[in-house]
């Protein structure tokens, strides 16, 4: 201070400072969610925060006449001087180590569990103790009600993916056989809109699932060894109608370094693949669609494989690329009015590609189209453990041949369900199926009759379908007979939980032809009385 008593700049300076620091620190304290306890040396309060009186259920009234021991456990002082120099004594509790647990007490005399983590601090210019408390019943509850909140959304999912899926079944199923029925040119590409309409809503509630049990960290892989060829058949093939809508040629190629066989989960890969797939058709208006397979890494048992589809589209702007794998986000908000989709499927795309050991990235120019890319860290699976495939190519005439006579028992309460399955058993392989409303009606028809194959639903009032099994399997006859699961369900413990019933498969609604006639032809035509 100069001699008019004014401050000298450099003092204003450090007095202008300590103001903002004290003004952040009283701003931190009022707003911190702990409550936070200031005592002196003698244990006497001289701050604290609503955090605290609220906790302790004390007011602006009470607080003041209180000292830190009434509120945290027995107090235990030791001398301060040789942290501080000034021969004072800590406040009481001092020696408590950080996250002491504890009982407290709040003044209605209920109790809670708390944890509280003590320090010195200096308080203009005097120093005290800051007690930071926190209540563990509190924190207790909330993690409950946020597993719990969790858990009703889970079920609210899965019981929406079942009641959408069931009238879905119908839809598909009825649209796969009129169009299999020699429709006119008109009828035909009108059957082709309505089946592309519902696929796309089922891959809006499968994405939508999807990223439910990745919030849940429920999402797993199912690693198996299959041909890397095979995988891209079935991607390409679930492309092609929208490709060729788009009048877009699509060409791919595979490095030859990359194995033939692998270990690995193809589905997920091929989710990958076709969502990046119908993105490239979505927004490319002419050219090409192209899927590349690279080499990238590689050991004598494992290989890290780049997976490319490039398309020559809109392309994305630089600045906006980063946000292509955020969840519910596209790049344009023009874009999900003209084109659609809730923007779920790139986000999943790099969970899975995450959870196989790999990442996923963007190279684009506007104008001039883009490249989407996974990399996936996979095991090079052994030729002779590898199954042979089981073909399902062969003609309907051909496998109603191989199936004649064959006895099959569908059970479905849902009567669009049994009609669905009903006439795809007819059309594939000309089998009259019996048909039973429930599981106990299905089990008064097995007690009675010997059958080559059941196809049973596995949720259905009286009797479900796991139970029926079990009863099923323990009958005179029936400990062999391939029993099929079939349900709306579309999460994977569904397979688990048929397989524990004693089910030999899982075939998810709605059902397709292809899926049924592989279904047929892996249970049926290996019977012994089979042509």
């Known amino acids: 201070m100069n001699n008019s008593g004014e401050l000298r700049p450099s003092q204003a300076s450090e007095t202008a400072h300590g103001g903002v620091v004290r003004s952040q620190f009283e701003q931190l304290f009022s707003l911190a969610p702990e409550a936070l306890l200031v005592a002196d040396d003698q244990g006497r309060l001289v701050k604290w925060n609503e955090a605290a009186a609220l906790m302790f259920g004390h007011d602006e009234q009470t607080m003041p006449s209180l000292?830190?021991?009434?509120?945290?456990?027995?107090?235990?002082?030791?001398?301060?001087?040789?942290?501080?120099?000034?021969?004072?004594?800590?406040?009481?509790?001092?020696?408590?180590?950080?996250?002491?647990?504890?009982?407290?007490?709040?003044?209605?005399?209920?109790?809670?569990?708390?944890?509280?983590?003590?320090?010195?601090?200096?308080?203009?210019?005097?120093?005290?103790?800051?007690?930071?408390?926190?209540?563990?019943?509190?924190?207790?509850?909330a993690r409950e009600r946020a597993e719990a909140a969790k858990l009703a959304k889970s079920t609210f999912l899965a019981n929406m993916s079942h009641e959408i899926r069931t009238p879905m079944n119908a839809i598909m199923g009825l649209t796969q056989l009129m169009l299999l029925e020699h429709p006119t040119s008109q009828q035909r590409d009108r059957l082709g809109l309505l089946m592309s309409a519902a696929k796309h809503l089922l891959g809006i509630i499968d994405d939508v699932l999807d990223l439910s049990r990745i919030e849940a960290g429920k999402l797993s892989l199912h690693p198996v060894d299959f041909k890397?060829?095979?995988?891209?058949?079935?991607?390409?093939?679930?492309?092609?109608?929208?490709?060729?809508?788009?009048?877009?040629?699509?060409?791919?190629?595979?490095?030859?370094?990359?194995?033939?066989?692998?270990?690995?989960?193809?589905?997920?890969?091929?989710?990958?693949?076709?969502?990046y797939g119908s993105n490239a058709a979505k927004f490319t208006?002419?050219?090409?669609?192209?899927?590349?397979?690279?080499?990238?890494?590689?050991?004598?048992?494992?290989?890290?494989?780049?997976?490319?589809?490039?398309?020559?589209?809109?392309?994305?702007?630089?600045?906006?690329?980063?946000?292509?794998?955020?969840?519910?986000?596209?790049?344009?908000?023009?874009?999900?009015?003209?084109?659609?989709?809730?923007?779920?499927?790139?986000?999943?795309?790099?969970?899975?590609?995450?959870?196989?050991?790999?990442?996923?990235?963007?190279?684009?120019?506007?104008?001039?189209?883009?490249?989407?890319?996974?990399?996936?860290?996979?095991?090079?699976?052994?030729?002779?453990?590898?199954?042979?495939?089981?073909?399902?190519?062969?003609?309907?005439?051909?496998?109603?041949?191989?199936?004649?006579?064959?006895?099959?028992?569908?059970?479905?309460?849902?009567?669009?369900?049994?009609?669905v399955a009903h006439d795809m058993l007819h059309y594939i392989a000309g089998i009259e199926a019996d048909t039973a409303n429930d599981g106990l009606e299905a089990l008064e028809r097995a007690k009675g009759q010997s059958y080559d194959l059941i196809l049973m639903d596995m949720q259905m009032p009286n009797m479900n379908g796991m139970d029926a099994s079990r009863h099923i399997r323990a009958l005179p006859g029936h400990a062999a007979t391939p029993i099929i699961g079939l349900t709306a369900n579309a999460f994977s413990e569904d397979r688990q939980r048929c397989l524990d019933a004693g089910m030999n498969e899982h075939l998810a609604k709605p059902l397709s032809v292809e899926a049924l006639t592989a279904v047929l032809t892996r249970w049926l035509t290996a019977r012994p009385y089979c042509a």
């Open 67 to 141: 000292c830190i021991d009434d509120f945290l456990p027995e107090p235990q002082r030791r001398p301060m001087a040789a942290q501080s120099g000034r021969g004072v004594s800590m406040p009481a509790g001092s020696e408590m180590p950080a996250g002491t647990l504890f009982k407290a007490q709040r003044r209605d005399g209920v109790t809670f569990d708390a944890e509280v983590s003590l320090g010195p601090i200096e308080l203009d210019g005097q120093l005290c103790v800051i007690a930071i408390v926190r209540n563990q019943t509190e924190m207790v509850l």
């Open 228 to 275: 890397l060829d095979t995988m891209l058949d079935t991607a390409c093939d679930a492309l092609a109608e929208s490709l060729r809508r788009k009048g877009l040629t699509m060409d791919r190629h595979i490095d030859p370094r990359v194995p033939a066989l692998l270990h690995g989960d193809p589905q997920r890969m091929q989710q990958i693949l076709i969502n």
């Open 285 to 419: 208006s002419d050219g090409h669609v192209n899927l590349r397979v690279k080499l990238v890494e590689q050991s004598p048992s494992w290989v890290v494989v780049r997976f490319e589809v490039e398309d020559t589209g809109m392309g994305v702007p630089p600045e906006q690329q980063h946000r292509l794998f955020n969840t519910f986000e596209q790049v344009d908000g023009s874009m999900t009015r003209r084109h659609g989709g809730p923007g779920l499927g790139l986000a999943i795309s790099r969970h899975l590609a995450r959870l196989m050991g790999g990442e996923v990235g963007c190279t684009s120019e506007p104008g001039q189209g883009s490249v989407f890319w996974f990399t996936a860290r996979l095991k090079v699976a052994d030729a002779a453990a590898l199954a042979p495939e089981q073909h399902a190519s062969a003609s309907h005439g051909d496998l109603k041949l191989r199936c004649e006579g064959a006895r099959v028992l569908l059970v479905e309460d849902q009567a669009l369900g049994r009609l």
